[in-house]
């Protein structure tokens, strides 16, 4: 069982950076791959990024690829994302997911979190 929580959600403006956090609870958390997907309103959920479990692999989605980075510390458990350059079009809530099969499709993750609020600004 793996309980993901995000946080670091806010409003930006748009050129500005944020870092998202997300802390999983698992007695084997070095066991998932990890992921970000977004869902902005009226839009479905899309990829973002994701990090294989032994982070010798990561997926970062075209339209955020070259401002967007992923990483994780199993020690804490936690996985992030950072988000530079951020424009009105990343607003959407970000959820962090785990899973252990495929990277990059919402099927591949078997748990999720609550999500965070990304607000970019023009």
């Known amino acids: 069982q793996v309980q993901p929580v995000e946080s670091g959600g806010g409003l930006v403006q748009a050129g500005g950076s944020l870092t998202l956090s997300c802390a999983a609870s698992?007695?084997?958390?070095?066991?998932?791959?990890m992921a970000w997907f977004r869902q902005a309103p009226g839009k479905e959920r899309e990829f973002v990024a994701a990090?294989?479990?032994?982070?010798?692999?990561?997926y970062i989605a075209s339209s955020v690829k070259g401002r967007f980075t992923i990483s994780r510390d199993d020690a804490q458990k936690a996985v992030y994302l950072r988000m530079n350059s951020l424009k009105p079009e990343d607003t959407a809530v970000y959820y962090c997911?785990?899973?252990?099969?495929?990277?990059?499709?919402?099927?591949?993750?078997?748990?999720w979190g609550q999500g965070t609020q990304v607000t970019v600004s023009s």
């Open positions: 997911a785990a899973g252990v099969l495929t990277l990059t499709t919402i099927g591949g993750y078997r748990y």
């Open positions: 698992a007695r084997s958390f070095s066991d998932y791959h």
């Open positions: 990090i294989s479990d032994s982070a010798d692999s990561t």
